[in-house]
């Protein structure tokens, strides 16, 4: 009997909080999104995952000694894991359209008003009561507007690191919502005659420039903004890899098992963040809302300084392609390509958006570094 | 409170300027790459695509519609 | 003279003991073993080179600033290392026929068994004089009859470190020796007739099926036993991993390179346990006699058990597929087909005997959550 | 001693008892998803593998065969 | 202006020292030799680049917290990396031409007198002013001359840490010189007869052979040179997994996703020890000229031994083959192969330098483990 | 440092030595392991060769003849 008893009291059943059960259901949900809804699976299903592990009564997935634990400290608190990750999507990067128009550039730079705006929404947001966020929370909030992943990851585990699961998740959701997000902003901010727009055939990009230039993206970061340079140092090693092509299984390897196995770990552990008490606050709803308001900004900004750059032009730009700014590679520019072909069938944006799209990574890198300098 | 939201209107002001002046820079540097390093970006580009474009489509669709008439014949025959 | 002299101290020939030499005999008849006769080379060649390494005088792998001493306290002391590697068992298993016959669960249960007869047997092997085990150690003992690697170096490197050594080398020697063990008692417990039964085809199986099992399996556990969601959570993300059919490249990483570098290790980190001081002694026969036994015991309660279910069963069950329940997988399933073939050589058991046993992988990690929580 | 062994006996019991307990569970919890989620299955298991049929079997059969008599045909020539 | 003064003042610019500079311009050199030269790119190009952010000042990687610190902590200080690597080499070697013709072993042999020439020649130039190499300076400088970059790495992660950077460019980039270092050396020293000997076909090797000599490798090592087995031990563990054939899924994830893993790693390590301090000195220059003259003298070395074996051989030995003693696996080879066929164009020594070439690999494990007894 | 450069000689000369006669011993063991298992040598490695040039070099080269004269056949009429 003292030994059913020992088991029964081993049971989570009469353990359970109300908090751990509705965090279960959050965890479902994002598996349910993952699997059924397509939505970033890559990390959706490992954090919904980690999220009903860390949420078990007495499992101790989360305590030191426990799996979620380990893998946490080793690689979140480290920064290790989105460095990695970042290496090896520097490794799947083709900077060849925006190096053939490096204009492009501007336009991931304007996404990321979206990240600095949510940064003032999130200050402005401590007038309502119950919402205290301090500045180094604000800055970690902001970055979602930086629509990547391992960026709002690394920053966040450095500024606020008890908002870690709820701003991850909102990054990879919203990621996932470009689609239904941008389309309607894109649309107001144009007219049909715009978004019908055809532009010319991007010039042929030599490989050395392919090479040379995430060298300077490095040498310029180091020189103006050193606080960036893990992100982009990394980008940038992934990307010299890639191009180099004297190390191909390196590349290989970075694009491939390494950034797999960093991204179930990176994964769990996130999701080991996703408990009752930080994540059923106040918080994270203003963290959502204004994640949404993020994406809404950066979009237009993007549109909008894409308009302007064309008046400015002498060659044709559609405006559309500036929404592919806040990066979100590639859905973004898919996006793009997709209204772009509602408002003429023959017009192909892709490559001409996949410039600002890889531009939108690195103007969200180097904002991470300029809130790691002013806050950090 | 209002210190924080000016400080936060600081940081909007100063970090979209440093991101525009950044990447403004890198602009002129992809140029000046592209003015040095570009010159045989056709030939090389168009060199280096050749022959996997050979591999990949030229051959291999000779071969195919070769095995593939070939294998008609021998259905008709 | 002097550096002769240095170099002559150095070497091991004066400082060998007979224990080492002997352990490395042990060694090496387990890279016989892994090499020659193919027993579960996998593991078995890395254990055997790791027993090899640790017991050479002077060379220090096992001390602090050791390779096998990191090693070990990296993946085994923390229980990474078996998680990992039950995370990728999980992405290699079809839980297909055993959701197409939920039945055989059962016999997953029965033959887990041969653990608690074990663990009960190893405390009454203590009136033997000589033998003094503690319930931990005899619960680690007892877990080798669940015929699962993972799951018992993972409860073993909890309850009792210093049993892991031999522990693991009879876990891994006896699953080799399944197709040896198990037909004789196979043979003893069943007429030909009952060995010759066809069962009837398994039906299909939906995909959403298979999506929800592992997370149903999971929704158990952490509800009624929590001390094995470490194990059963793992597997079971693997699991999902595979069958959500939108994660396909981490599964596969989980399935090959993740798995075989953490196996590569893992095994290193395992035959470093294997010292004189610790696996010459008389615990080590107690230990490889138990393992026998309760492999043997294991395999007559899930036949026993198949019997009885075909007594109340609508549907023919040939009950050799009972034998299948200790797991050892695949192994313990062709060892069924096998027999089943001698009796009728149209009998095709195969799939039939996958169910339980993919349904004893879960009995047995099942199992260890019990022990955990009763003697942990 | 003797203590020890009735401990042993306990969680024997207890044990076995525990584990058939839990695997009737999921016994039960696979068969509510079969009820609910196996409608499909035929049609669903099906069309998931007539592609990779259709890919792997029944095309490149079809072509290795044609290949074969034309080989054949070739050496008869 | 607050802000904008924080962000100048975290700009690099005003940071920089001069040093620093130079060290960028060095990594950048070794990027150059990396990507255009194609000198030995898998490492010299994670090396470059470590260097490159290792001298960002207040971006901090190698501070306590950054990512290079941490890598470096975890992979080089614990000796796992090189080892990691040795394995993967081991697994990539075929002693088939070694055990078909065993007297190579002596090339090898030979051809580490380089190392403990080098030795002696680093404490002569403790004559010259500036210099002041401990015993264990030379010896890790020495150890250049082995010509094998992961033994080198190792040794001197034990020796003299802080002269790892400038060591292990050293010996990547003379291992990419030996085309143009050797041949000189092998013409001035054999007479254009000699070079065109051709040597006998090599005998076919048995599979069991091939399992065995790992074995008695490490046997032998473990006897008379415990200090050598961890070199020597994960080399033939990994040489074992490869021959062994049934554990091929290890040996191919040894060979190609680890130590390609392990490869950016290491690299990225070891440039971070690149610092102006220590790299910017006088003994750079020192071990710069040493790392030659012991890769001459151990080419040297290694012809002379050939020709001296070739009087006392009743079957043709050419000279040549001695220089790839020196191991540089297996550039120094395919240089042997390249001199053989100017001086006879139908004289392919290839697969007969490959038996001096893998012995060389030895021979410096070995020739380690003699310097840890030694001075370690 | 005199001593310094002696203790160097005798680590140069102790090194040297110990190598050689390291690898002396390997040529020994490599000998016995010769003697001992090299019998089935010719045989073994010849049967385990034999199918992967088949694979690679036999059956390939045939079928690729095979469908050139086939192609060129066709090509001709
Ligand atoms: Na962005
Ligand atoms: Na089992
Ligand atoms: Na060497």
Partial sequence: MEALQTLWESTALYAFTIGQAVMMLVGALLLFLAIKKKFE???????????????????????????????????????????????????????????????????????????????????????????DFTLQQASAIAIIGGADGPTAIFLTSILAPELLGPIAVAAYSYMALVPIIQPPIMKALTTKEERAIKMEQLRPVARREKIIFPLAALFLTLLFLPTATPLVGMFCLGNLMREAGVVD???????????????????????????????????????????????????????????????????????????????????????????????????????????????????????????????? | MSELVHEAAVIMAAGIITVFAFLILLIGAVKLIGLWFAGGAGSEAASRKRPSANANTQIAPNKLAAIGAAVRRYRDS
Same sequence: chains 1, 3, 5.
């Fill in chain 1, 41 to 131: 699976p890559l990390l959706l299903l490992p954090i919904g995952f980690g999220c009903i592990l860390a949420n078990i009564p007495m499992a101790g997935f989360n305590d030191p000694g426990g799996l979620l634990y380990y893998i946490y400290e080793v690689g979140i608190s480290t920064g290790v894991f989105p460095l990695l990750i970042f290496m090896g999507v520097g490794a799947m990067t083709d900077f060849g359209p925006l190096l053939a128009n490096p204009r492009t550039l501007l336009l991931g730079a304007a996404a990321q008003f979206g990240i600095f705006a949510t940064l003032f929404g999130a200050v402005l947001l401590n007038y309502v009561p119950g919402f």
């Fill in chain 1, 249 to 376: 299984r390196l590349s290989k390897t970075a694009q491939n098992e390494l950034i797999n196995i960093v991204t179930i770990f990176l994964g769990l552990a996130v999701g080991s963040k996703l408990s009752a008490h930080e994540f059923l606050a106040l918080e994270t709803l203003g963290i959502l809302v204004l994640g949404a308001v993020a994406f809404s900004i950066g979009t237009a900004a993007g549109v909008l300084m894409a308009k302007l750059l064309a008046r400015f032009s002498s060659t044709p730009i559609n405006p559309l392609i500036g929404a592919a700014g806040v990066s979100a590679v590639p859905m973004a520019a898919r996006v793009v390509n997709k209204v772009g072909l509602e408002a003429n069938p023959q017009n192909f944006l892709l490559m001409h958006a996949m410039g600002p799209n890889v531009a939108g990574v690195l103007g969200s890198a180097v904002a991470a570094g300029v809130l790691l300098a002013l806050v950090g």
